[in-house]
């Protein structure tokens, strides 16, 4: 008996003898007991009964609507929402608390059960639960495909290693902070796990972190080390008085021979309670709908399923939805989104890329459609873009989904599904310019969620839209500084791209070409050398050598060679490029202005400072005319002659077009922008230089702050920014300051 029953129970004695004394004295005093006396006992017996009245209550209450609980910033990824008409699972949740236990103490604790069974929603109650107590940490993460990325995700969040470092490197970061939190309250959900194995070596074994794990495998039920509270199906009067409250429907035999054909499945009960609702049918006419839907063995196998009526009811509904839906707006939408991640997609992406889709009457419609037959869930989550809404398919919908699209006679067909995703993706990246990544973060991240979902559900080859799709990716990584995620990317993608378009493609050239880019991001120079020298020959082969992309490749590899310290080649390079795209593309072109300037800065590595910033005063006129004066290409030059009038000497002049490229970046693009945030630094070196070393600190201290808030503490600008800012306080005698900074 815990402690605070021993007090309830205590109350409740003591509330009893003060009120037989006061029935006692009240008789021999033959007068009316003291009002206090009467309080105090009233008092104490509502102290003892309040608590589980009150907790009476609000499980009733939440029973049919749960409460929509906004979620703190200690939250990494997307907690999902209790569903519409969510069950409180008493039993559970009581078991659950008390395997996590009390703070101070590792806990690793599964949620075993079958598909269906309402793991993910039991662990989203106590996750939602978790950030209200104010846990210092409540991440959630999709381990269906290993637990790497979420960790990975968690140590980004958190502002560990680099921004180079493999996910690997930074999941094994991730799982050392999180065990030397001390009492710190922790709390990480591996949802969906689908090999145990490999989630027992990233699995915390010390501090006080508290690991939720949910899994259809029965293997966490013999784990050691890890408790296990197994997520069962509905109890029948648990169950019949779920379809009672979605259908409305009296309670009797017909709805407990319903719950039984369903194995009392929550999800399967969930998509019956909506047909029926739906279609106003009773029970009993949707159990001989449910007898006559016939079940294919191989579905069966491959769903994972442990009742075979939750795939029925699925299929039902699906068929339902097709004959009700005479657009087919909704059958379509639900074969894009069980290829997307089953993590959910954000609405308002679907809404940004509705006209990828082919909707006859837009997204909302058909999204209400499928949520009413309980084919979706609508719901907020952390993380979530636009209006916070995101659209679930459970995955064992989406499975089913999957196989019934991959008939021969199925409409759509899972091929036009994987098609459709990449259009819808197709139009949402193209309104995302890879200038702007950095600063849409959530976006990429979701974004690159969904291309992998794709990608994985395409089957056999991928269409040439999925690749670029993938390529667009790549670049995106490389952008936000995930190098090593980006050289892998785009080296896969131009193994796909080879096997399926071949090696003279020019969207494969196009792989080649990028996947060199990364390379140089990631300083492996020599092999981005061989490579950029490959495509210029195949580029010059396949298009000709006047070609604007073989043009491309040769500035490519002139700045390839400039990064390999190969000045001289460079140069050489670069002045023949400047030269055939002015002949080809013509002087104004922005390719040619670009030449143009790259040459410039190649004279200004060599020393040839006069002729570089003849150059650049040259290309700042023409793009400003040609551009804008607002364009960033034009800031860009304006920057750059700045630097070059450094170089020669010129500090007054460079400092006043430093200050002015600000307030222009300031404006043009927001103060946010990496583009704004060089432009300042550029600005607190030239004060420094100067010897305006309190003007520099001033400059460096607002640098260091907003690129640790865009960017994170480990991106190399970051660090650049914090080494720059350590100079400046050893400068100014602030020596305790700069070793802090240096730590």
């Known amino acids: ?20 004394a006061t029935v006692v004295w009240s008789l021999l005093a ?25 907790s009476a209550l609000r499980a009733v209450r939440d029973a049919g609507n749960p409460p929509v609980v906004e979620l703190s910033s200690r939250v990494v990824g997307q907690v999902p929402l209790l569903s519409s008409h969510f069950q409180t699972r008493l039993h559970e949740m009581k ?34 639960e978790c950030d209200a107590a104010g846990f210092d940490l409540v991440a959630w993460l999709n381990a269906e495909s290993g637990p790497v990325a979420g960790l990975a995700q968690v140590a980004r969040a958190r502002g560990l290693g680099g921004a180079d470092d493999a996910p690997e490197v930074l999941a094994g970061l991730a799982v050392r902070w999180l065990g030397d939190g001390g ?11 689908d090999d145990p194995q490999a989630l027992r070596e990233w699995l915390p074994t010390r501090g006080g972190v508290k690991v939720l794990i949910t899994s ?34 009296p309670d009797g035999s017909d709805a407990a021979a319903l719950g ?4 009392w499945l929550p999800l399967g009960l969930a998509q019956a309670g909506a047909y029926v609702a739906r279609n106003g049918e009773t029970y009993e006419q949707y159990l001989r709908l449910l007898a006559s839907e016939p079940l294919d063995d191989t579905l069966r196998q491959e769903s994972g399923a442990s009742h075979p009526g939750v795939l029925k009811a699925t299929a039902l509904s699906m068929a339902g939805v097709g004959a009700s839906d005479q657009s087919g707006d909704a059958v379509r939408l639900l074969g894009v989104l069980s290829v997307l991640s089953a993590d959910g997609v954000s609405r308002q992406l679907l809404v940004r890329g509705e006209s990828g889709l082919g909707l006859s009457g837009g997204v909302r419609p058909a999204l209400e459609v499928l949520a009413s037959w309980s084919l979706v869930t609508l719901s907020g989550s952390a993380g979530a873009m636009g209006d916070g809404v995101v659209v679930v398919v459970h995955r064992l919908t989406a499975r089913v989904v999957r196989y019934l699209a991959s008939h021969d006679d199925a409409q759509p067909s899972l091929a036009e599904a994987v098609d459709t995703a990449s259009q819808l993706l197709d139009v949402i990246t193209d309104d995302l310019p890879l200038a702007q990544v950095a600063l849409r973060r959530a976006e990429v991240d979701e974004l690159t ?57 020019p969207d494969t050239l196009t792989s080649r070409s990028n996947l060199a880019g990364a390379y140089v991001t990631a300083g492996r120079v020599a092999e981005a050398i061989a490579l950029v020298e490959q495509v210029l ?109 450094w170089k020669a000497g010129r500090v007054a002049e460079a400092i006043a077009i430093y200050e002015q490229v600000l307030t222009d970046c300031r404006r043009v693009l927001g103060d946010d922008h990496p583009d704004t945030l060089t432009s300042r630094s550029n600005l607190a070196v030239a004060y420094e230089k100067a010897g305006r070393v309190t003007e520099a600190i001033a400059l460096y201290e607002q640098v260091l702050t907003d690129r640790r808030r865009v960017l994170g503490d480990e991106h190399p600008h970051t660090l650049t920014s914090r080494s720059n800012l350590a100079v400046a306080y050893e400068k100014a005698g602030r020596g305790a300051e700069a070793i802090a900074l240096y730590e």
């Open 30 to 54: 033959d007068g009316k007991p003291p009002v206090v006396i009467v309080s105090t006992a009233v008092a104490a017996l509502a102290m003892a009964f309040l608590p589980d009245l009150v």
């Open 449 to 505: 969620r969904h291309v992998v979902a794709v990608r994985e559900n395409s089957g056999g080859d991928p269409p040439a839209l999925l690749l670029t799709q993938v390529d667009w990716m790549g670049r995106a990584l490389r952008a936000v500084g995930d190098t090593a995620r980006a050289v892998t990317v785009l080296f896969n993608n131009l193994i796909d791209r080879r096997r399926v378009l071949g090696d003279d493609h």
């Open 216 to 249: 259809n495998r029965q293997e966490f039920l013999r784990m050691d080390g890890v408790a296990a509270v197994e997520v069962g199906v509905f109890t029948e009067a648990k169950g019949r008085a779920f379809l009672h409250e979605v259908t409305g429907l």
């Open 95 to 128: 078991a659950l608390r008390r395997a996590v236990g009390g703070r101070g103490r590792v806990a690793l604790v599964a949620l075993p059960g079958q598909r269906g069974a309402g793991k993910t929603q039991l662990a989203a109650a106590f996750a939602r």
């Open 183 to 193: 009492r710190a309250r922790r709390l990480v959900v591996f949802d969906n796990v």
């Open 537 to 645: 020959t195949d580029r010059g082969r396949v298009l000709g050598d006047d070609h604007p992309d073989t043009l491309a490749s040769r500035n490519n590899l002139a700045y390839t060679y400039e990064m390999a310290g190969q000045v001289a080649e460079a140069i050489a390079l670069y002045e023949q490029v400047l030269t055939d795209r002015g002949r080809v593309l013509g002087d104004d072109h922005p390719d040619t202005l670009a030449s143009r300037n790259n040459l410039a800065g190649g004279y200004g590595k060599a020393g040839r400072v006069a002729e570089a910033i003849a150059l650049l005063e040259q290309v700042l006129t023409d793009r400003g005319r040609v551009l804008g004066d607002d364009h960033p290409d034009t800031l860009a030059s304006r920057n750059n002659l700045a630097v070059a009038y």
């Open 260 to 263: 039984r054909e369903l194995g």
């Open 1 to 20: 008996m815990t402690g605070r029953r021993w007090f309830r129970y205590g109350l409740i004695a003591v509330a009893c003898c003060v009120g037989g």
